[in-house]
């Protein structure tokens, strides 16, 4: 036995949560059971709670075992497995759903009254369960905050099977859970009391959240984010589909250079780039190729062709009107570090800072010691090879660097905190390099 009830397991998963404090969170609880759970967890964090709603589907003649989920916003999780071991027909299938997205309905309308959802765009989300079994429904939650925009999922549970990740990983940008038992057999099992949660307490739940006053901590932005409209870059005959945030007297503009393997879509540098805008900086997130470029595997690592695109883009950037004469900075991660790099030392490039994540600047070769612009580079204590190839590269910059190290990072900074911290980083980098041009454009 673990927990003595479902507020004491919130309670204990807080502490394990800790390094969200200060982000900007929002924690989502799984009705009923994980809404006790999710609200010591928000109260802890100084985050705002809602629901996330999801309707286990259970076999119709095995209720308690789940073939799949639903949520809101018309997300759909079927486990296939389970569905053929069953041997459950398309129709009851279909009868199940369609009796768990009523009861779906009635408890958004019952939990919230009236009440308008917790906005999750371009925020982290914290889903929170009483615990993991199949994963179905755990599954279905994290798709939904990915649906709403969230930049950033974390799935946070006090205990699952010893195998959870397998199931999960690739739902959420981080896993965290207390007890992963090899002895596994049912959350309940866990628990001192698990009596079943109700509706009441539910709402009782969010309601508490609704009123508690606002923490000392600052829970709002310094400065407002603004919706991100989608762009089109012009790069020399191509058109680029990109992301342009501009808060109001943004200090500068990033552009974001993705890894092979990437676009702008990438959570990752979609969560950096947030923190950007909160301080005050405007973002550029776009394709470096087209859809037909990047089926050939030879353009995602040919560098010049990339640092061309990247060029180009800071050119269609400076001639922007309401983005003229405001600094321009690269953030690259990965083989996009070194397009960065490579852009950077053209000549005329006046780029006022560069910020590498777990990048690769051997790529750019020799002409790391052309680049001018104050570099920091990030990278994973644990990417051994990569960090090894920047400590090379550190040596041969001649601008104003640094490199630095994010303990037990591996080279996606998936640890807790990690990804964090290199928002952190890079944030101060370039608020401290970046100041309005005060020249023409190129």
Known sequence: MFFRDRRDAGRQLAVRLGHLKGAEVVVLGLPRGGVPVAAEVARALGAPLDVCLVRKLGVPFQPELGMGAIGEGGVRVIN??????????????????????????????????????VGTEGRTVLVVDDGVATGSTARAAC?????????????????????????????ADELVCLHTPWDFYAIGQFYADFSQTDDDEVVACLEEAVARPPTTRRTEPRHAVPDDPEV???????????????????????????GSGSSRHSPRNRFVALGLNRAGLGTLLFDLLTEEEEADRANVFDTGLLARRLADATDWVRGRPETRGLAVGYFGASTGAAA????????????????????RPDLAGPRLPAVTAPTLLIVGGHDELVLELNRDAEARLRCENRLAVVPGATHLFEEPGALEEVTDLARDWFTDHMAPATHAAR
């Open 232 to 258: 089109d870059v012009r790069a020399g005959a191509i058109v680029l589909r990109g992301q342009l945030t501009l808060p109001a007297d943004a200090a500068g503009v990033v552009l974001f250079a993705h």
């Open 143 to 171: 798709r939904i905050a990915r649906a709403g925009g969230a930049a950033r999922v974390v799935l946070a549970v006090p205990v699952a099977p010893h195998d959870w990740t397998a199931r999960l990983g690739e739902d």
């Open 340 to 359: 960065a790099l490579w852009a950077a030392a053209e000549p005329g490039a006046r780029i006022a800072a560069v910020v590498s994540r777990g990048g």
């Open 80 to 117: 296939d497995d389970v569905v053929r071991t069953a041997r459950v027909a398309p129709d009851e299938l279909a009868q199940v759903e369609a009796r768990e997205r009523e009861v779906l309905e009635r408890r958004a309308r019952r939990y919230r009254a009236g009440r308008e959802p």
